[in-house]
């Protein structure tokens, strides 16, 4: 063998950069190549169904009540089941699968303790029902040296045994840093139930290294042990998946709040709720507010929009936030309507870096008003307000040209933009010099949407002269809802692919007095 074969970190990128399907050809080459082959390939497993093929396949079969084990596994089977789990480090489950069920029989017999099963699993995804054989191996998974789990939990339907299993998470993996548990069903009458949320609560409560957290509504108790996570950064809560919650009125008393987060992210189908449990809570500092509404069930949900965000400027610390999103999630296309004074209360926050409520919301707003709201954001370096406006003469306002270099004047800082502007107006812009004396942009991201255009040459002349960094305007949100059905859609990216090649054109050659079309 070459001298350089016994070096083990050789070994190592060798086996690392062999293809998976021919990895166990190479762990039988030699015993120099058996544990770093066998470690690549079962350092991350895309299914547990590996686990279940290592075994002989006469182990199971069928009687009237289903799959059985046929008999019991033999020291030698245990030996090299336990052999290749030794290598796993991360396991995703993306959905239902026909292993589950005989893992879960096998595991069952299982004469070995969960931590010398699975001695190094690191992160753990598991997306399928927690049926028949599912609970089975997440009490075998559940090891100390867990740092992430990731479960996707139809409660209505799981097995008996799962709620009294997961109960048990905070003491069998004390060291867990992240957690994502999520109602895979938002019906009323699969949502958790309140029955069920002691089973949730309690190992959340034992979690002190917990950093990332993402849940469903686990009601006043819940928040309560939420907040006493010191290393908690990440917070989501879906208020959706719960059929009744005590955060639909307000409460009488105030509770702590968060002193330190990084990132609150609230998704809903209605604003109660959010509302009142920002009304309950004494204060809340973080960097980072993400509010996802599921606008489908939403009915007149602006005016409460508005009221939602001031109880958010109340309760938030105005000069700790950075961030703030409001994306609107639809399945029927839905896009709600609204004027900007509902955002106005967003000014309090100074320090905002990244306003992004362009998802979902076609918003009326003029020069004036675009000035107006951004004006309190000098630090600002990404604004979406919108990539799709439905156009009423009569009732929607859209800026100009002119509404955006003011903005790009009060938020010096801006790399990224996302708005609707009408380009058609051109009254008083210099097309040679559309920026003026000392304009300088350092924007290299723009989306204009469905903006209005009738001159390719003219949008492109400017926009050039605007963002000398800008290699194209962004043309993405045309493949999505509603703007992918847009009758229009054929005629206004044929303007825009002009536009962007006349950008193209004119980052090679700045020199073009004399060419303006007008």
């Known amino acids: 063998m070459h001298p350089a074969l016994r070096i083990f970190e ?35 497993l895309q299914s547990v169904e590996p686990l279940v093929k290592c075994l002989p396949s006469d182990l199971f079969g069928i009687d009237r009540e289903g799959l059985v084990l046929q008999k019991p596994l033999d020291h030698k089977m245990w030996d090299t089941l336990s052999r290749y789990t030794s290598y796993v480090r991360s396991i995703t489950q993306p959905g239902n699968s026909t292993s589950i069920e005989p893992l879960g029989l096998i595991l069952l017999s299982c004469p070995l303790a969960p931590a010398s099963l699975f001695p190094k699993l690191c992160r753990l995804t598991w997306h399928a029902d927690v049926t028949r054989g599912a609970t089975e191996f997440l009490r075998m998974a559940f090891v100390p040296s867990l740092l992430s789990l990731s ?116 998704t809903a189908d209605a604003f109660e709720r959010p509302s009142n449990f920002l009304s309950s809570l004494t204060i809340v500092r973080t960097k980072k507010v993400a509010v996802y509404f599921d606008v489908t069930l939403a009915v007149s949900p602006i005016p409460v929009l508005s009221q939602f965000l001031a109880i958010l400027q109340e309760k938030c610390d ?22 900007s004074d509902i955002f106005v209360s967003l000014r309090a926050f100074s320090n905002l870096t990244h306003l992004d409520i362009e998802r979902g919301c076609a918003i009326s707003i003029s020069d004036e008003e675009l000035c107006y709201l951004t004006g ?53 812009i210099d097309l040679r010099n559309p920026g003026g004396e000392n304009f300088y942009s350092h924007l290299k991201d723009l989306s204009l949407g469905n903006s209005v255009i009738d001159s390719p040459l003219n949008v492109a002349f400017i926009l050039g ?35 962007n090649g006349f950008l193209r054109g004119y980052r090679v050659d700045r020199g073009r007095s004399g060419h303006i079309v007008t």
């Not at 105005?318 to 609204?338: D, H």
């Not at 305007?473 to 009758?487: E, K, N």
């Open 10 to 44: 050789v070994i190592d990128i060798i086996s690392s950069h062999t293809e998976h399907g021919s990895l166990p050809a190479l762990a039988s080459t030699c015993r120099a190549f058996e544990s770093p082959a066998l470690n690549v390939l079962w350092r991350n």
């Open 376 to 428: 309190a954001w000098p630090k600002l370096q990404v604004l979406r307000i919108s990539c799709f406006v439905t156009v009423d003469w009569d009732t929607t306002a859209v800026p100009t040209f002119h509404g955006l270099i003011r903005i790009l004047r009060l938020c010096p800082a801006l790399i990224s933009l996302a708005l609707v502007i009408d380009t058609t107006k051109l009254d008083d």
């Open 318 to 339: 105005n000069r700790k936030l950075e961030y703030f999103a409001f994306i609107a999630i639809s399945k029927l296309e839905l896009w709600m309507l609204t004027k």
């Open 151 to 266: 479960l996707n939990v139809h409660i209505s339907s799981a097995s008996p045994a799962f709620l009294p299993v997961f109960s048990s998470l905070g003491t069998l993996c004390p060291r867990l840093h992240s957690m994502n548990l999520r109602s895979s069903h938002l019906h009323p009458v699969d949502a958790p139930s309140p029955n069920n949320s002691p089973f949730i609560i309690q190992p959340i409560s034992q979690l002190h290294h917990l950093r990332n957290l993402e849940v469903w509504d686990l009601g006043i108790q819940g928040i309560q042990q939420i907040m006493l996570l010191r290393a908690l950064q990440k917070l989501t809560l879906d208020f959706r998946a719960s059929s009744s919650s005590a955060w639909s009125r307000r409460l009488p008393s105030q509770l702590l709040g968060f002193q330190n987060l990084h990132l609150l992210c609230l």
């Open 465 to 499: 002269d605007l963002f000398p960094h800008l290699e194209q305007v962004d043309l993405d949100c045309w493949d999505v809802a509603p703007m992918s059905s847009l009758a229009q859609k054929e005629l206004a990216m044929e303007q825009w692919a002009s536009v």
